[in-house]
């Protein structure tokens, strides 16, 4: 059936490295592709979305970059901070409704 | 900045009990979902609602969920005869457009813990 699978489960960096997740998905007909992030014990914030008709899109150090052919997205952070450090999950859109990936929980290392 | 609100932000309840979760989307918004988050895990998708009736719901779903919107602003999850495996915080969003185009926006949650 359709889903949206994100990879790795963890990542843990050093600061001041670059961290990158990747989502994949299933339906074809999906146009939009957001990345959210999660505070431990907050709610999901959107972070950075990109829409089918570009290719790339960066709000200073983060940035998404989707291939449609391969039907896959990944965020990309740099400069990592230990701020940076949460829950991170894609999603995709299953029967026009959002669908989230399993999450990446990011460590950030001082 | 307008926000979905939740409440309760915590219920406790004993197993069998039934349980009334609401929300307030924000206000010019049209679409409306639940959301189900276990501790440590993902955030899976219940139930989808637009033009007062059921859009989507998942297959975790099933009987004893409902959802109602009883006035203009508030938006309820009822879970009839609550089970163990029902606690989870639980998240209302609401977004302008289909989920397909459009950002969700989050409450902050309402834990649900079954005794």
């Known amino acids: 059936g359709e889903n949206v699978e994100q990879h790795p489960s963890t990542l843990s960096v050093q600061e001041g490295d670059s961290a990158v997740i990747k989502c994949t998905y299933s339906d074809s007909a999906s146009n939009y592709f957001p990345w959210y992030k999660q505070e431990l014990g907050k709610r999901p914030q959107l972070i950075i979305d990109i829409r089918s008709n570009v290719g790339e899109k960066k709000d200073q150090r983060i940035a998404v970059t989707l291939n449609k052919t391969a039907k896959h997205f990944s965020l990309h952070i740099t400069e990592t901070q230990p701020e940076d450090s949460a829950v991170y999950f894609c999603a995709g859109i299953i029967n026009n409704d959002m669908r989230f990936g399993a999450g990446t929980r990011l460590t950030v290392k001082p | 900045e307008p926000e979905v609100t939740q409440t309760p932000s915590h219920q406790v309840t004993q197993m069998g009990q039934e349980v009334i979760l609401r929300c307030v989307p924000i206000?010019?918004?049209?679409?409306f979902y639940w959301y189900r988050q276990i501790l440590g895990q993902k955030v899976e998708f219940l139930v989808s609602f637009y033009n007062n009736e059921i859009s989507e719901k998942s297959e975790i779903f099933d009987d004893q969920f409902s959802v109602e919107r009883p006035d203009g602003s508030n938006f309820t999850l009822k879970i009839r005869s609550t089970k163990l495996e029902d606690s989870a915080m639980y998240f209302c969003?609401?977004?302008?457009?289909?989920?397909?185009?459009?950002?969700?926006?989050f409450g902050e949650g309402s834990r649900l813990t079954v005794l």
């Open positions: 206000s010019n918004h049209l679409y």
């Open positions: 969003a609401s977004s302008l457009l289909t989920g397909n185009t459009g950002e969700l926006f």
